[in-house]
């Protein structure tokens, strides 16, 4: 079970480290198509993403440390919170912004989590 925590932890960072680029780096580009934006809608929501963009970073790093973190009741702490912090913006996402965000990020938080409990 601890393999599989990891391995759909590792998925979930994955998918986070995308949005990240996708807010910040590739908003200009591929971002605003991938959200659906309009030249300018985009350049009113560009400085609120790059800021949001600037979270799931953290979001990303807490899983990482979660990953990677030497001591396995200190890693599993994180990737616990991280993954918590993960669902809950899942949620609120999908409840204000678009109900896919409960797919693409709420779900698989969930299933590491249980995993993580489970293992």
């Known amino acids: 079970m ?6 759909v932890t590792g998925i979930v960072a994955l998918i ?7 807010e910040t780096v ?3 580009t591929r971002g ?3 959200f659906g934006l309009t030249d ?7 400085p609120a993403l ?8 953290f979001l990303v790093a807490a899983l990482a440390l979660g990953l990677f973190w030497p001591d396995d009741v200190t890693a599993k702490a ?3 919170y991280g993954l918590a912090c993960v669902a809950v913006a899942g949620v609120w996402g999908g409840l204000t912004v678009k109900r896919s965000i409960l797919l693409v990020q709420t779900l698989p938080a969930m299933v590491a989590l249980a995993l ?4």
């Not at 986070?16 to 996708?22: E, G, M, T």
């Open 2 to 7: 601890l393999l599989a925590a990891q391995i």
């Open 16 to 22: 986070h480290v995308y949005i990240v680029l996708l």
């Open 26 to 28: 590739l908003f200009d």
């Open 32 to 34: 605003k198509r991938v």
């Open 40 to 46: 300018q809608a985009a350049a009113i929501v560009k």
């Open 50 to 57: 790059s800021n949001q963009g600037c979270y799931n970073g």
């Open 78 to 80: 994180f990737a616990f």
């Open 116 to 119: 993580w409990w489970m293992a």
